[in-house]
């Protein structure tokens, strides 16, 4: 047992220092420190970015089949779930980094609001715009929702104005009963890359109940890469109360 330890340690360190290397040489960025948990992944990601107060956590997906659905232990998916840090999911079917368009789905949630700063941060970094989405279900009659909608995209436009220029800055309401198709609809808008943030509770539609959870349809039937942002402590406390 403790031989095989070993030989995984081993393997787990000369596959992080590859890494590394690939990192300063190809794409020109320096490597603060090379990290190699024992335990499982998820739980190793989450420890070492307590251990360094990461500001974000950068994970990898992939696309799996039906019985791998079922079957397969989710590293990314366990990552998003149980962090309180922002957690940025690239896909390996998805479209390419860096995004040219920066999509955020804003549902009023102290979360959304925080993913559209972050998402502010990187579309300035990006060079690129900015695009605010509310969606509204459309059972709700009359004007209230979709002003209300509106004046909650108002509210994170003031948000992001630290970040991002305000002509770089769209926003826009949605009608539909269908949260995930709403967002996965403005991100096909192009065919150039585009990143989707949204708070990991969920960015519900206003004016409906929020259903089980939008964020886990995202994750499963969303290509993009995806910021997502988790509530806090206090808020999550709130949540099961």
């Known amino acids: 047992m403790g031989d095989a330890h ?8 000369a596959v992080a220092a590859d890494e590394a290397t690939l990192i300063r040489e190809q794409l020109g960025c320096p490597v603060a420190g090379v990290h190699t948990p024992s335990g499982s992944r998820a739980h190793g990601i989450l420890a070492t970015a307590g251990a360094v107060n ?3 956590i950068v994970v990898g997906g ?15 998916e366990d990552v ?28 009023g949630s102290p979360e959304s ?29 009359g004007p209230e929702a979709l002003e ?16 991002l220029a305000a002509e770089r800055v769209t926003t826009e309401v949605v009608t539909r009963t269908d949260v995930p198709a709403a967002l996965r609809a403005a991100c096909a808008s192009t065919s150039e890359p585009h990143l989707l943030a949204i708070g ?18 995202i994750i499963h039937h969303t290509h993009v890469p995806l910021l997502l942002v988790p509530p806090t402590t206090h808020e999550r406390g709130g949540l099961r109360g």
Do not use: K, M, N
């Open 200 to 217: 990991a509770r969920g960015s519900s539609a206003i004016g409906a109940i929020p259903p089980f959870s939008v964020s886990r349809s």
């Open 62 to 76: 992939r696309r799996l089949g039906i019985v791998e659905e079922l079957f397969t232990y989710r590293v990314s």
């Open 148 to 163: 209300e909608a509106q004046r909650r995209l108002d509210l994170s436009v003031a948000t992001v104005g630290d970040h």
């Open 6 to 13: 070993h030989v995984a340690e081993g393997i787990a360190t």
């Open 80 to 107: 998003v779930h149980h962090s309180f840090r922002p957690v940025l999911l690239v896909r390996d079917d998805g479209h390419a980094w860096p995004p040219r368009h920066v999509v955020v789905g804003c549902d």
């Open 113 to 141: 609001t925080r993913a559209a700063s972050l998402a502010a941060w990187i579309a300035r970094l990006a060079d690129t715009d900015l695009r605010l989405v509310s969606v509204v279900h459309d059972h709700v009659p």
């Open 54 to 56: 990461a500001g974000v």
